[in-house]
């Protein structure tokens, strides 16, 4: 069943849209929790670009769930906490691991087709930080079948209205009366197809927007990965946790004409070997696993190695195993590699670290609940202590479909107390004009993500902190004054987010004094016996009515 709208004649940007449930972002969490309700609401589900835009898409390694009698969701649960380096939330790590089977079933059930072995099992392989070989994956594009299968159904559903090309301005608030504190009522959107902003209006709102790893300038995230979500719930008082926490992934493709494609963990699950530019094996010298030790560890080693060599890479090296053995478990890394000249069953591979994940985001429970009432945030947006200070391989998408049925059944709880949302005021452009100074928005989106590479890295200081807290001050009164004053873009949107979500990592990573994880600083390089969130509250925090507590 369709969302109603109403449009009027001569003014578009006063397009308004109402559903029980709006949904923005549609990968694996959004499209999830999406399935979930609209057998009994109306659903609008929103996407940035194209609905396969988003990073579940190109997602390689596969899903953490325990399926093998040899393993135990005991090993799980201490595996992520040991690779969170102290600041999992137990209760999370617990709840999401002990659900996983449950989510599988369910996204078999849609249709989902996982690899499986010649005895007709699901095949599972192992990934740096997990002990057993849990790894539930469709050969090494195991996002890419999630997402086919999801889009599916969504396309599909009488009761789903799906909005590709829609990103979100801000967030749309008002009175409740109950408590006379605010509440989530919809959203802002700008319709990229026609050029304009219209009003989004729900019961409940839902953040499934993904990531920032954007704000860096090498990344193996798509385009869309600006924190939209992160930045418009800080906008209205939610408070953010964690942001501090940026994870490199190891091992992304270093050649020039590629846009940091990512070498998927599975390799080194399998026994790919990392070398220096003269062959040697530097992992050993560095943890007991090798290859196979947490991501954060294997990416400063890389980083250490380069700086200390002088080097622009270092090697991926899988030649040891049969080329039947490569093109059955890795054909999409192969065929990419194949495009520049690389054939990994003979050729070592080039690779470099790039901003990979976010693992602090929007603060919730385990509900998804945020601090503004009827606002919801999962995935990669969110801030469950699921992850701590490192995110362990394949537990994200794991967690994308755990939080997105568990915040569908919270909203399935109390959607009918909700009443229906008042009439948003119309989004008013009278007194903004069309740019011819976009070069503004290119020359600070490049500043932005290179100073962020440089002093906000995989290693920091706090001199390099310093200097990244005074330009990113000066960049954002810069966006602000453009955002006054023009008509909005993708681009301004983009930019305004990234600049704040970079002034929240900047500020989170000022805050930890030690290093820790994914935080990792050289004037403070011990670990501290105590193990605490960063917490960052917003000034209008005291308007919210929900109160999001950790143990």
Known sequence: ???????????????????????????????????????????????????RSGSTWYAQGGVAVVLDDEDSMESHVQDTLVAGGGL???????????????????????????????TGEFHLTREGGHSHRRILHTADATGKAVSTTLIEKLISHPNIEIFEDHIIVDLITQSDHNSRKLRCSGAYVLDRNHDHVCAFEARCVVLATGGASKVYLYTSSPDGATGDGIAAAWRKGCRIANMEFNQFHPTCLFHPQSRAFLLTEALRGEGA??????????????????ELAP???????????????????VYLDITHKSPEFIASHFPTVMEEC???????TRDQVPVVPAAHYTCGGVLTDLNGRTDLKNLYAIGETASTGLHGANRMASNSLLECLVFGWSAAEHIRQVIDTIPAPEQAQPWDESRVTHSDEDVVISHNWDELRRFMWDYVG????????????????MLIREINEYYRNYKISRDLIELRNLALVAQLIIRSAQQRKESRGLHYTLDHPDLSPIAQDTILVPINYADQDIIVSRP
Not at 94 to 99: G, K, L, Q
Not at 273 to 285: H, V
Not at 295 to 313: F, T, Y
Not at 338 to 344: A, F, N, R, S, T
Request: hydrophobic share 35%; with cysteine.
């Open 1 to 51: 069943m369709p969302g109603s709208s109403n449009e009027t004649a001569n003014q578009p940007m006063n397009k308004r849209y109402t559903h029980d449930v709006l949904v923005i972002g549609s990968g694996a969490a959004g499209a999830s929790l999406a399935l979930r309700l609209a057998n009994n609401y109306r659903v609008a589900v929103l996407s940035k670009g194209p609905l």
């Open 458 to 473: 995989i290693v920091r200081t706090g001199k390099r902190l310093e200097r990244a807290e005074h330009r990113i001050k």
């Open 295 to 313: 991501r954060d560890i294997v990416a400063r080693a890389i980083d250490h190695e380069m700086k200390r060599l002088g080097s622009d890479c």
């Open 273 to 290: 070997y990392l070398r220096l530019p003269n062959g040697e094996r530097f992992m050993p010298r560095f943890h007991e696993r090798a």
């Open 88 to 118: 999992c939330h137990e209760d999370a790590v617990r709840f999401t691991v002990e659900n996983g089977p449950t989510v599988i079933n369910w996204l078999v059930e849609m249709g989902m087709d996982f690899t499986r072995d010649e």
């Open 338 to 344: 194949l495009q520049y000249g690389i054939d990994i």
